[in-house]
């Protein structure tokens, strides 16, 4: 995961599901740390940030824009 950067922090899944499918369709590599350690013990990731969205850092600007772009759609809310 060499030049891999953390640009947001999720607490729970459900709340970027969405945005797998939308990196998928853009072809941007992605990570998210921690996910399967918070799916175990919720509680103690929650206090150490939560779920890390890691991609490579020549991906940092486009990732930032599907990420503002999706929050700024309300038809895409999660409720």
Same mark, same amino acid.
């Given at each position: 995961?060499? $030049?891999?950067? @953390?640009?947001?922090?999720?607490?729970?899944?459900?709340?970027? *599901? *969405?945005?797998?499918? =939308?990196?998928?369709?853009?072809? &941007? $590599?992605?990570?998210? #740390?921690?996910? @399967?350690?918070?799916? &175990? =013990?919720? &509680? @103690?990731?929650?206090? #150490?940030?939560? !779920?890390? =969205?890691?991609?490579? #850092?020549? $991906?940092?600007?486009?990732?930032?824009? !599907? !990420?503002?772009?999706?929050?700024? $759609?309300?038809? =895409?809310? &999660? *409720?």
């Amino acid at each position: 995961m060499k $030049d891999f950067i @953390t640009v947001a922090f999720f607490t729970y899944p459900s709340e970027y *599901v *969405v945005l797998k499918m =939308l990196f998928q369709q853009e072809e &941007i $590599d992605y990570f998210f #740390k921690n996910e @399967t350690s918070f799916s &175990i =013990l919720p &509680i @103690t990731f929650c206090g #150490k940030g939560g !779920i890390e =969205l890691q991609v490579h #850092k020549n $991906d940092k600007e486009k990732v930032l824009k !599907i !990420i503002s772009d999706f929050e700024s $759609d309300a038809s =895409l809310n &999660i *409720v």
